[in-house]
């Protein structure tokens, strides 16, 4: 018996959310046979929803029927064995638990001292994950650096971008702001995040400088960087942070960090280093060694909630100069006065983040690592790198198809080829995304490479086995023929 309107007894919640918990296990038990996203008409659930919000409370049973009923239909199925669509968003029902212990809780960790297990279990957590990921000691708190969960690698990039720009004006930019001719530094297949962080420090689209890339890597190349850090240099403009990318979003291309980090050395330009999707292979030293010269960056980060388990939002930042970071962010008003953080001997959170308000998030991120441990987790990631390795070799052996770019960690980019010529292909191409989507059974998104269209095949979910990735390939031969 329910008695809405109120707050609900222990009694209420235990058994709502034991059909809560049953409602999900049934949907991921099921979500296999779902169309991964059907045709999905906008405007349709708005349509389904009555014009008023409740006035008095209701049963439990009337939510999880509207979920059935309005919101299952109009979701792409991200968790879907057959989504390989943009990144995995992996979220392990371990971390879905985490992240309901999270909210049972219901602490807030706005200081050390409000929340002091979350603030503590944070740093130990990526204290050691550092060391997993092969990240130098200075990226830990012992050795002068520290880590942080952020909501996302474009918060991230963010308070990257305000760190440096504190550091490169020796202060100055927290009182006067920005005094004009800063230069921040990407690749063209840089993430948008870094564009979106430029235009929100105001530095204005003339602030980003986006570097040249290699034309059969993708990956930025590092004399066209030398040369624009020198031409800004000589016109009297001030360099003041480079992103270079392990896993760029489009199709995967590694930047040459060791190079890169020579540069940003040479002129104390601050280097951060974005594997929001592919850094977290690092937990594996074979993949690790993929992407050398990590070690020298001012900053990286690399996203738990893409390919690491973890449900969002869970994305892992290190840096080695908190000092600055904490200088750049920190306002201390008085109603957040307290003892332990005057002392310097806790670490304040909310001076490494846009909020202040702070979830712990570190509670899922250890029910995923205590779950899978770091051997079902290497297992993990390994699992989709063989799985991209040979889907890349299907695609080689089939002359309807070519690889764009040489599968990169667990995503394979290719198009169409018809024997027609390029525009022939690219339409082929084209047709042939919308028509594996339609068919419900799989589903992929896209890119462009020297602005012709590119399919990409992004494996990594957690259910997602062999059986769905030849599936998937059977798909793309068949549906090759209709398109
Ligand atoms: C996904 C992605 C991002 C953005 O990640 P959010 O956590 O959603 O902000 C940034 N960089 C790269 C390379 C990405 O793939």
Redesign the pocket.
């Known amino acids: 018996m329910f008695v809405p309107g109120t707050e609900m007894t222990s009694e209420e919640f235990r058994e709502f959310g034991h059909a809560v918990v049953d409602w999900i296990a049934d949907y991921r038990a099921g979500v296999a046979d779902l169309p991964v996203r059907g045709e999905i008409r906008p405007g349709r659930l708005w349509e389904q929803l009555p014009d008023r919000l409740p006035e008095e409370g209701e049963s439990p049973a009337a939510l999880l029927a509207d979920l059935d009923r309005v919101i299952v239909p109009a979701l792409a199925h991200w968790q879907h064995p057959a989504f390989f669509g943009?990144?995995p968003a992996n979220s392990s029902l371990a971390s879905v638990l985490g992240d309901l212990l999270s909210s049972g809780l219901g602490v807030q960790g706005i200081s050390w001292t409000t929340a002091p297990a979350s603030t503590e279990l944070e740093q130990y957590l990526l204290d050691r994950l550092a060391e997993e990921l092969g990240l130098p000691a200075e990226f830990t708190f012992p050795g002068g650096g520290g880590g942080v969960i952020?909501?996302?690698?474009?918060?991230?990039?963010l308070v990257t971008l305000l760190a440096a720009l504190h550091r490169d004006s020796l202060g100055a930019w927290r009182s006067s702001g920005l005094t004009g001719g800063e230069v921040v530094y990407g690749s063209t297949e840089?993430?948008?995040?870094?564009a979106k962080a430029v235009r929100v420090a105001g530095l204005g689209h003339d602030g980003l400088r986006l570097v040249p890339v290699d034309p059969v890597t993708l990956a930025m190349r590092p004399d066209e960087l030398a040369e624009a850090v020198a031409e800004d240099v000589a016109a009297g403009r001030r360099p003041v942070l480079v992103c270079a990318?392990?896993?760029?979003?489009g199709t995967g291309a590694i930047d040459p960090l060791t190079e890169i980090a020579a540069i940003c050395r040479e002129h104390g330009i601050w280097l951060h280093v974005?594997?929001?999707?592919?850094g977290v292979a690092a937990l594996c030293p074979e993949l690790r060694a993929l992407f050398p010269g990590v070690a020298e960056a001012d900053s990286f980060?690399t996203?738990a909630?893409?390919w690491l388990m973890t449900a969002?939002?869970c994305?892992l930042y290190w840096t080695r100069h908190p000092g600055v970071l904490v200088d750049a962010l920190s306002i201390l008003p008085e109603y957040l006065r307290n003892a332990a953080g005057e002392s310097r001997a806790v670490v304040e959170y909310r001076d490494w983040q846009i909020p202040l308000g702070r979830r712990f998030r570190a509670l899922k991120l250890w029910a995923v690592l205590r779950w899978f441990g770091l051997r079902g987790l290497r297992e993990h990631l390994r699992r989709h790198v063989a799985l991209a390795a040979e889907l890349a070799d299907l695609v080689r052996s089939d002359d309807r198809f070519t690889l764009v770019t040489e599968p990169s960690f667990a995503l394979v980019c290719l198009r169409a080829h018809t024997g027609n010529g390029a525009a022939a292909d690219d339409r082929r191409t084209e047709r042939l995304l919308a028509s594996v989507n339609k068919t419900g059974q799989a589903f992929l998104s896209h890119t462009a490479v020297d602005g012709r269209p590119v399919i990409r095949v992004a494996i990594g979910g957690v259910t997602t086995e062999s059986r769905h990735v030849l599936e998937l390939w059977r798909l793309l031969r068949e549906e090759f023929d209709r398109a």
């Open positions: 943009y990144f952020q909501d996302s690698a474009s918060s991230a990039v840089t993430h948008s995040s870094l990318t392990v896993g760029t979003t974005d594997g929001a999707w592919a980060c996203n909630h893409k969002f939002d994305s």
